[in-house]
């Protein structure tokens, strides 16, 4: 299993991007699901975790707090992060994977309970 995230792109300081997490052939149902980054010359970074079916569950890392915001469509197995006044320091290439450990994330979350990491989707942010 691989997730695949989508969504990256080159974008001005302000600006927003949207990005989307599928699993082809597997069932998000019961997981909770965290969007992480790593930047050039830096250690991966937790960004938010959205739990199942536990809305109130849904955080996020100090740096994007009020900024980003995760969601979950079960219906649709993708998980989504919306991403507004984007700084350049938010240049990263952009992770998601299952917690197999847990359907309600914790704050900040265990990276190592993650699962299924996909090749990322890149942001930029400059202008």
């Known amino acids: 299993v691989m997730f695949e995230e989508s969504g990256g792109g080159l974008v001005q300081p302000g600006g927003s991007l949207r990005l989307s997490c599928a699993a082809p052939?597997?069932?998000?149902?019961?997981?909770?699901i965290g969007w992480f980054r790593q930047a050039p010359g830096k250690e991966r970074e937790w960004v938010s975790c959205?739990?199942?079916?536990?809305?109130?569950?849904?955080y996020y890392a100090d740096y994007v707090k009020g900024r980003f915001a995760a969601s979950r469509d079960d219906a649709k197995n993708t998980v989504y992060l919306q991403m507004n006044s984007l700084k350049p320091e938010d240049t990263a290439v952009y992770y998601c994977?299952?917690?197999?450990?847990?359907?309600?994330?914790?704050?900040?979350?265990?990276?190592?309970?993650?699962?299924?990491w996909g090749q990322g989707t890149q942001v930029t942010v400059s202008s």
């Open positions: 994977a299952a917690n197999l450990e847990r359907s309600r994330c914790l704050s900040p979350p265990r990276s190592y309970e993650f699962a299924y």
């Open positions: 052939g597997f069932s998000l149902d019961y997981y909770a």
């Open positions: 959205v739990s199942y079916r536990d809305a109130t569950a849904t």
